[in-house]
């Protein structure tokens, strides 16, 4: 299986970093925008070698019959738009991540001292959970991949897979995520109908299902996270085996649809 660094060859990234790239499967757009604050990130999306890993590993491992488009900068998102095979994120939502982090000290010392480097990738594990959530949509639509449940539930369990599975310390990918949903969950006084049929599971239950595949991914290194979650040890337990067929699920389901391996031992016939 393929690693991609979260922190990558500066150089390489230069390459990438004009208005759009141009690329068999993948194209992605920054929208020009005349909000100083905006362009900000619009330039740390550019520059951040995390981001434009995320994307060369949604270029280089999935087929698409026609490009999905990557738009940064729209008006309505994060989501994907099955009309036009476009997901939007806009520049906007990254700002509203950074806010409710900064508002905890998220990433900070114990002392209260922040850690800009640290949030920053934090606001940046959020994009690329949100970039593989709405690349499952992507796949799902153009696929019609059978899904059973809710889809946002399988979209979730996508993002985590991907995080984990192909990024260096990629857990801490979906733990920046599953910590947004805590914080989101947070914000509610009192629950409406709205919460219990939305398309959605609760932020809490997002928070609690992706902090349970990271435990299950690896329990040596994420035991920690027994005491932040209370977990059961039987639920803890059960972690461990949903992780695995969770996983071997989503990459049964889109074998077909992924760039084959290129194992180098086998000769060229
Ligand atoms: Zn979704």
């Not at 696929?143 to 995080?163: C, T």
């Not at 803890?236 to 989503?250: F, K, P, Q, S, V």
């Amino acid at each position: 299986m393929r690693y991609y660094q979260r922190r990558w060859l500066f150089a390489v990234m230069l390459l990438f970093s004009s208005m759009s790239i141009a690329a068999d499967n993948v194209i992605v757009r920054y929208l020009p925008t005349n909000d100083i604050k905006l362009q900000l990130i619009t330039k740390k999306l550019q520059s951040d070698s995390s981001i434009q890993d995320a994307i060369s590993l949604m270029n280089d491992e999935f087929i698409f019959p026609k490009p999905l488009t990557i738009v940064f900068g729209s008006d309505d998102g994060p989501l994907y738009d099955p009309v036009v095979n476009d997901i939007l994120i806009p520049y906007i939502f990254l700002d509203e991540v950074d806010q409710r982090f900064k508002a905890v000290n998220y990433a900070g010392d114990n002392q209260g001292k922040a850690n800009p480097e640290n949030l920053g990738q934090a606001v940046m594990d959020v994009v690329i959970h949100t970039l593989f959530h709405e690349l499952a949509h992507a796949l799902i639509a153009t696929y019609e991949l059978p899904i059973v449940g809710k889809e946002e539930d399988a979209a979730d369990n996508l993002a985590a897979v991907l995080s984990i599975e192909y990024f260096e310390n990629g857990a801490e990918i979906a733990i920046s995520a599953a910590d947004l949903f805590y914080l989101e969950g947070d914000e509610i006084v009192e629950f409406e109908e709205a919460d219990f049929w939305d398309e959605h599971s609760l932020d809490l239950q997002r928070y609690y299902a992706t902090l349970c595949y990271v435990y299950g991914s690896d329990d040596a290194q994420y035991a920690y996270l027994l005491e932040e979650t209370g977990f059961s040890d039987e639920r803890a337990e059960l972690c461990i085996g949903d992780y695995e067929r969770m996983t071997n699920n989503w990459l049964t389901l889109l074998d077909a649809y992924m760039s084959p391996e290129v194992d180098a031992t086998t000769p060229a016939e």
